[in-house]
């Protein structure tokens, strides 16, 4: 597949390095011409996805972050700037999951642990990084979910925080518009990666179904009767960081093969 350079010579911050679409969406920004700043708290992990940035031709910075904390995210903004001595883009993509169990049965400190990673975090950081992006009148990219709707009990804990973030990130887009930057966020629905894979297998084996059994049950309310890969949510997520997008803010697209319509 070729990739088209939409992001060349820009820098972009990545909050949440893990399998699936963190990795993806790191490889997929250094294809697409961008220099990385990798933030997450596992230094091993990094450096993997270092590695594949700069196999790639691009510049990589790890940085081990803890972006529940206030002085880690603070070191993380002196360390791109010291770098770089610029950032275009920041997308947050680290997240926490609470207790999947009905709300009114959950313990606050599960769902303030999820508040912290899922909103405080993503508006710390965006706060931390304005006057940067502002500079270079860059973008701000919250990944978000699917499960915005969904009304399963199980579900509810996760949704609290995403739609919170939701919310938060309608309301940056307004605040900080005026500086000349942007805030989308996207909402992928189950991507077809290793964890989601393994959780596919996991589901078989306590039906009695097949992998495939259980993946064409997940596809089917999809217009498009599949589940999109990591590759195809970063490719859709960065074209918001990319010129091409400049005049777009306060959007949330959804990426999920045409499961939710939720257009007017």
């Not at 700037?81 to 883009?89: H, I, M, T, Y």
């Not at 978000?144 to 919170?164: D, H, I, M, R």
């Not at 596809?219 to 005049?247: C, I, N």
Request: hydrophobic share 45%.
């Amino acid at each position: 597949m070729r990739v088209i350079p939409l992001l060349e010579d820009k820098v972009v911050v990545l909050s949440g390095v893990g399998p699936g679409l963190g990795r993806a969406l790191g490889e997929q920004a250094s294809l697409m011409g961008a220099d990385l700043v990798l933030a997450s708290r596992t230094e091993k992990r990094l450096e993997k996805m270092a590695a594949v940035v700069r196999e790639h031709g691009r510049r990589a910075l790890v940085v081990p972050t803890d972006i529940t904390d206030e002085g880690a995210r603070a070191h993380l903004v002196e360390a791109a700037l010291e770098e770089f001595g610029r950032v275009d883009c920041l997308i947050n993509n680290a997240f926490g999951i609470p207790p999947m169990d009905p709300l009114t049965t959950l313990g606050l400190d599960g769902l303030r642990a999820a508040q912290e990673t899922n909103v405080f975090a993503p508006l710390r950081l965006s706060a931390l990084f304005a006057d940067a992006l502002a500079e270079s009148k860059g973008s701000i990219l919250m990944i978000n979910s699917c499960v915005l709707y969904q009304s399963q009990p199980e579900f509810a804990g996760y949704k609290l925080s995403k739609g919170t973030l939701a919310h938060m990130s309608s309301s940056l887009a307004t605040e900080l518009g005026p500086r000349g930057i942007r805030v989308n966020s996207v909402a992928p629905s189950y991507i077809y990666e290793d964890v989601n894979k393994a959780y596919f297998d996991w589901l078989a084996q306590e039906s009695g179904r097949t992998h495939e059994e259980v993946y064409a049950e997940k596809a089917a309310p999809t217009d498009l009767k599949r589940l999109a890969t990591p590759e195809e949510v970063a490719q859709a997520a960065l074209f918001l960081a990319s010129d091409l997008a400049g005049a777009v803010t306060g959007q949330l697209l959804n990426i999920d093969c045409g499961e939710f319509h939720t257009g007017g």
